[in-house]
């Protein structure tokens, strides 16, 4: 059972360290555009 003392809190360290992540990514605009990467590999940018 001691290991559950050392297990719980380090699950909930890496799930904090998974929000705070997704968080960060949310504010620093990664989802924002979310169709134009997959837009943009189909356009023709070789005009000459």
Same mark, same amino acid.
């Given at each position: 059972?001691? #290991?559950?003392? !050392?297990? !719980?809190?380090? %699950?909930?360290?890496? /799930?904090?360290? /998974?929000? %705070?992540?997704?968080?960060?990514?949310?504010?620093? /605009?990664? #989802?924002?555009?979310?169709d134009? %990467? %997959?837009?943009?590999?189909?356009?023709?940018?070789?005009?000459?």
């Amino acid at each position: 059972m001691s #290991y559950l003392s !050392v297990l !719980v809190p380090i %699950a909930i360290l890496m /799930g904090l360290a /998974g929000l %705070a992540a997704f968080m960060w990514a949310l504010r620093s /605009g990664q #989802y924002d555009d979310l169709d134009g %990467a %997959a837009e943009r590999i189909l356009m023709d940018d070789d005009q000459e």
